[in-house]
C-alpha cells in the first residue's frame, strides 16, 4: 500500500491502516513538542476532541444494560437542576441522538471557532461538566426535542452529569474503570492541560498575522468533558474497536443498536457514534476537531479495515482519509 505519496508535507501526528489483527501501514509524523524537535511516536497521547463522545455513549448503555438507567427517562427526573427554559422531558436517548434540541454552548451551525467562548469566560475554568452550566443553562431550547437531528454538545456534558449522579464517580473516573482499565488502555484519559501526563503531545495552531505556531491551551477546556477531550494513542484506539465489537464493553444486541441509524440524513448517527452508508449496512466512526486537533478513526465492517488518523497540528485528517480510501481501491 503505497501511502507515503499521499501524506501532506509538515503533517503532524500518527496514520494508522489496520485489517483485523494485521498492520497494514503504520507511522507517526512531525513533533509533539515543536520548539524542542521531540518527535511524535506511535505511543505519543494525542488528544481527540469530540471523539470521546462515544466513551460517554459506552458508559450510558452499560448503565442501562446494568438497568441502573433507561433510554426513555428524562432529565427533569435524573439531574436536580433549575433548568429554567429547557425543556425537562428531554430523554436519555434523544441526548445521545443529538436530536434533545438543548441549547449547545458550542452551537457549531453559528459559530466557527471554538477558542471564541472564552473571550469572556476563562477557559481555565472548565475543568468538570458542571462548570459548563453558565454557558447554556440559561438560553433557550435550539428545537422542540425530539424533532430533528443536530450535532450538539451539551447534551453529552448533560449524559456525562447523568454518569456522575447515577454511580457517584466523576465521569472519567468512571469510564476509567468501565472501559479503558477492561479494555487495557492504559494511555487513555481526560487531563488537565496544565498537568499532562508524560507523552502527550502538544497542539499548535498557526497564526497567519505572526506566520508561527502557538499551542491551544488558551483555546480549549483545561479539562475534557463529556463533548469530548480524551487523550489517547493509536494503541488503545485499536484496543477499544476490538473490544467494542467483539461485545466486551456491552451486549451484542446492544452493541448493534448502538451501531444502527437513530437519527441524521446525509450525515447518520447511531448512539454517540457516526455513521456512514455502505451498501445496506453502515460503517461506524468517530473524529473530532478542536484547535489544533484533528481526529478520525473509522471502521469498514465487511472489509474489517480500521483507519485512524490523528493530527496535533489540526491537519485535515477527513481528506487524508479519503485519499487513503482511494489508494485501497485501487489495490
Not at 442501562?64 to 427526573?77: C, N, P, R, S
Request: hydrophobic letters at 35%; one cysteine or more.
Amino acid at each position: 500500500m503505497d501511502i507515503e505519496k499521499i501524506i501532506p508535507t509538515g503533517f503532524s501526528g500518527c496514520v494508522s491502516i489496520c485489517q483485523k489483527e494485521r498492520i497494514l501501514y503504520q507511522k507517526a509524523y512531525g513533533y509533539a513538542d515543536l520548539p524542542n524537535k521531540v518527535l511524535n511516536h506511535m505511543d505519543t497521547r494525542f488528544a481527540t476532541a469530540s471523539a470521546g463522545k462515544v466513551f460517554v455513549a459506552v458508559g450510558i448503555l452499560e448503565l442501562v444494560e446494568q438497568g441502573k438507567l433507561h433510554l426513555e427517562d428524562t432529565i427533569g427526573a435524573l439531574l436536580d437542576l433549575d433548568w429554567e427554559q429547557i425543556d425537562t422531558e428531554i430523554t436519555v436517548e434523544e441526548l445521545l441522538t443529538h436530536t434533545s434540541g438543548i441549547p449547545d454552548y458550542f452551537d457549531e451551525s453559528v459559530m466557527t471557532e471554538y477558542e471564541d467562548l472564552w473571550v469572556d469566560f476563562p477557559n481555565y475554568r472548565i475543568r468538570s461538566n458542571k462548570d459548563l452550566l453558565p454557558l447554556f443553562i440559561h438560553k433557550m431550547m435550539m428545537y422542540p426535542k425530539g424533532s430533528r437531528f443536530q450535532y450538539n454538545n451539551t447534551g453529552f456534558v448533560v449524559l456525562a452529569m447523568i454518569l456522575e449522579q447515577i454511580t457517584g464517580m466523576e465521569f472519567d473516573k468512571y469510564l476509567e474503570n468501565s472501559i479503558f482499565v477492561p479494555c487495557n488502555m492504559a494511555d487513555t484519559g481526560y487531563y488537565e492541560l496544565d498537568r499532562l501526563p508524560a507523552r502527550c503531545a502538544a497542539n499548535y495552531i498557526f497564526g497567519r498575522e505572526r506566520n508561527d505556531f502557538r499551542t491551544n491551551i488558551y483555546s480549549v477546556d483545561a479539562k475534557g468533558t463529556g463533548a469530548g477531550g480524551a487523550f489517547t494513542t493509536i494503541g488503545d484506539i485499536r484496543l477499544f474497536w476490538k473490544n467494542l465489537l467483539s461485545y466486551k464493553l456491552i451486549s451484542p444486541a446492544m452493541t448493534e443498536n448502538m451501531l444502527s441509524r437513530h437519527s441524521g440524513k446525509s450525515q447518520c448517527y447511531g448512539y454517540g457514534i457516526w455513521l456512514k452508508k455502505a451498501g445496506n449496512n453502515y460503517n461506524p466512526y468517530f473524529q473530532g476537531c478542536d484547535p489544533g486537533v484533528s481526529f478520525i478513526s473509522s471502521f469498514d465492517r465487511e472489509k474489517q479495515i480500521l483507519i485512524t488518523l490523528v493530527s496535533n497540528y489540526g491537519d485535515n485528517v477527513w481528506k487524508l482519509k479519503r485519499e487513503i480510501e482511494g489508494v485501497q481501491n485501487e489495490n
